[in-house]
Structure formats: structure tokens, C-alpha cells
């Protein structure tokens, strides 16, 4: 298991779009990808989960990624919060 805290940068959150944007890239990975945010745990691959989330701007959150290529998954992830996930 690999994971890292981050602050959500992109100004609306994870509305729709930024939410496809991760769930579009992190489904090509086999590892599972886990968001913690607020005490829960969210399925990284489920775009309804992640809009359920309600992942505001400034939010703090942890990206967890599970599996075989559980390194290039958070890497990924990492870089896709870091840029505002195409905002």
C-alpha cells in the first residue's frame, strides 16, 4: 500500500468533470484507489462515490492505491490533483 495527503487545489473540487478526469485515468490500473476524506473511505474508480463525497476546494485528502501497480497509480493521481484535474 502507497499513499500521500494532499490539498485539493482546483477551485470547484471534484465536481463532475475533474471527477471523470480521475476516475477515467485510475481505471486503467489494476490496483484498487482508495480517497479518505472526512473519516471515509471512497472508491477512487467510482465516479458516483466521488461526486457523493462532496470533495470541496482546500479539502485535505488521502489517496491510497492498493496492488500491482499501486506506485503508478498514486503517481498518477498525484499529478492529476497537483495540476486541478484539467480545470
Known sequence: M??????????????MRPANVFVSA???YNSEVFI???GKEINGKSIMNIMA???KCG??????CVG???AD????AVEL??????D
Open 36 to 38: 479518505e476524506f472526512n
Open 59 to 64: 479539502s485535505e485528502i488521502e489517496i491510497r
Open 68 to 70: 500491482e501497480d499501486e
Open 2 to 15: 502507497v499513499s500521500e495527503k494532499l490539498i485539493v487545489t482546483n477551485k470547484m473540487g471534484f465536481h
Open 73 to 76: 497509480a498514486l503517481k498518477e
Open 81 to 86: 490533483v497537483n495540476s486541478g484535474l484539467g
Open 53 to 55: 463525497a462532496c470533495i
Open 26 to 28: 485510475m481505471t486503467k
